[in-house]
DNA sequence: CTGTATCCCCATGGATACTG
DNA sequence: CAGTATCCATGGGGATACAG
């Protein structure tokens, strides 16, 4: 191979020949796949790394391979059971990961807030998402599980259904309110246990596009708002949406209901 | 943007969004190369970055710019005249690029030996390039500016002619000798001041492939030998050499012969 | 001098069908 | 299940000419 002189140092060629190794589309995909979950078969990464075709990942796996940074092992044939794991040099990796997002909070800070839809039926998730995706990043989930595994990637605010399958409502919000705002979808006119439910805001279906980005968007105002401003928010986002949907004077005959205006008088001085 | 649930955490997307900054053929280039010499012009550019066109730099230069690595500044319109340099984010990528050459250091071993050809002549360093090509990443520099340039390079072994302009052979060949095996290229007959020059091998042109193979694999072999063994077989290389153009008699008849004769004696026991 | 405009090539990677 | 084989679309990037 020739090399013509372009006055780099040995090092910067080095870094250049790494670089190579994860420049290429699903390469660093499919090892940050592989640190997070360990071994992992075929079809595992199949199913973990969405829009990667089988040709593709194929390919990836081959040349990661001859690259030293993972491991096939056959376990079983007939019917051919194949894992893949990371070298020492694959886990080694982790240093150039670490290093290029602390870039990247250094100098991305521009990054566009990601919003969370959480509902089981996918014909909501995708009409919502539709809705807001020229603005947000979004993410959706149909159930307990892809909501857990969401939570993880610095999500900033979450649309919620209370009615997702494999969720206990409360539990699940509280989980996420310490890193994310939350917005709680309701179907019917819920009663004064809402006042109970840990979320920031309230929205009952059927929603207009309007509706739904301009309770985000207060949502993500509010982002670096101190915890009590917060509380008092929240508080009065239910409240105004009880009196919106059921008559003052059946709220006022209502413990839960006084208690709470009261809290919130109390918070307002 | 809808994104489909990966799995990966948010630092993870960070990391292959700066990533993907760095995964354009060039982009990492023209950081490096910033990086390197400073505050550069469109031009100086075009010609530090071997193979890169004018065009494809431009879009280049124009992708770090909105990335926020470089910025552009016109120094005079009419002859038009631009400069471009990094930004505080572009220097810091330095990080980057640090643990992307450090893992190299760490796990691609297997580089292949970098030979440097020296000579004026550039259908010699042409030849000689084509030559060795196929085993050896190679250099080639054509005066001595081009050769200082090459030598951060990590080079292995140099291959120099002595007629090399704008250089003291004797001089450039001791400061290369810290870093790399030289192997000097004679035209006419040298005389016994070849004794003097601090080189590892010899060799009288014309040259076949053959010869020039065998002397860099030779030097190659003999990377890291000790400082002693290295002078003893430079002193013998140079002897051999002498002996097969010059007749012994009239050799002995020279003191410097006679000498080194007695110093190679000396350096076998 | 510093770029666009144009045209073209080909490697990457997507879709689908098929095999051990 | 874990891949190949085949075909095809896209766009990054090279060469050249030209413009401000």
Redesign the pocket.
């Given at each position: 191979m020739i090399r013509h002189d372009d006055g780099l140092s040995a090092d910067d060629h080095l870094a250049l020949d790494v670089l190579s190794l994860l420049s290429?589309?699903?390469h660093p995909v499919v090892v940050l796949t592989l640190r997070r979950h360990g071994t992992l078969?075929?079809?595992d990464l199949l199913e973990h790394i969405p829009?990667?075709?089988?040709?593709?990942l194929?390919g990836t796996?081959e040349a990661l391979g001859d690259a030293g940074l993972i491991e096939r092992h056959v376990t079983s044939e007939s019917?051919?059971?194949?894992e893949y794991e990371l070298t020492a040099a694959g886990e080694d990796m982790n240093s150039v990961f670490e290093s290029l997002s602390n870039w990247g909070n250094r100098h991305l800070e521009s990054a566009t807030p990601t919003v969370l839809i959480a509902d089981s039926d996918r014909r909501i998730t995708g009409m919502y998402g539709d809705w807001i995706a020229t603005r947000y990043t979004v993410l959706r989930a149909h159930n307990g599980d892809e909501l857990d595994r969401s939570l993880d990637d610095g999500v900033d605010v979450v649309l919620f259904d209370e009615g997702l399958p494999g969720t206990d409502t409360s539990a699940i919000i509280e989980t996420v309110d310490k890193t994310a705002r939350t917005i709680l979808l309701v179907g019917d006119r819920p009663g004064t246990e809402l006042l109970e439910w840990p979320c920031d805001d309230v929205l009952r279906k059927p929603v207009v596009r309007e509706t739904v980005l301009e309770a985000i968007d207060e949502q993500l105002d509010r982002r670096d708002a101190p915890t009590d401003q917060r509380e008092r928010a929240a508080l009065a986002a239910k409240l105004s949406f009880l009196e919106l949907i059921h008559t003052r004077e059946r709220l006022t005959r209502i413990d839960d209901y006084r208690q709470a205006r009261d809290r919130l008088t109390d918070l307002e001085e």
């Open positions: 290429k589309k699903w078969g075929f079809n829009d990667i075709s089988g040709k593709v194929s796996l019917p051919l059971r194949v």
